[in-house]
């Protein structure tokens, strides 16, 4: 079992920064992919970006890429995502999650094993 919060969370202008963090607990000693997902409002969940948390590879959907940096902590314990330049579209609910194993893309929403409760983000032009 892996136990996940988020925070960091909040309103920002378009162009500013961000940083979201999600603190994790529980069996952390496994191979995960961990990431950051959102959803807005009347949209489907994607992945944002995710982290091998035993290589340390990262990949990013196309849309964040260059924006966003995805980070973990030494101890693996927490993870973070840096948000710059961020635009309205950029607006939504963020969840930190985590899947077994190794993954050498974005594993699909479905196949996240643990989520946290998310964290809001909302963005204004």
């Known amino acids: 079992q892996v136990q996940l919060v988020e925070s960091g969370g909040g309103s920002a202008q378009a162009g500013g920064p961000l940083r979201l963090s999600c603190a994790a607990s529980?069996?952390?000693?496994?191979?995960?992919?961990m990431g950051w997902f959102r959803q807005a409002p009347g949209k489907e969940r994607e992945g944002v970006a995710t982290i091998d948390s035993g290589s340390g590879s990262t990949y990013y959907a196309d849309s964040v890429k260059g924006r966003f940096t995805i980070s973990q902590d030494n101890a693996g314990n927490t993870l973070y995502l840096q948000m710059n330049s961020l635009k309205p579209e950029d607006t939504a609910m963020y969840y930190c999650?985590?899947?077994?194993?190794?993954?050498?893309?974005?594993?699909?929403?479905?196949?996240?094993?643990?989520w946290g409760k998310g964290t809001l983000v909302t963005i204004s032009s």
């Open positions: 529980g069996n952390t000693y496994s191979r995960y992919s």
């Open positions: 999650a985590a899947a077994p194993g190794v993954w050498i893309v974005i594993p699909p929403a479905g196949r996240m094993r643990y």
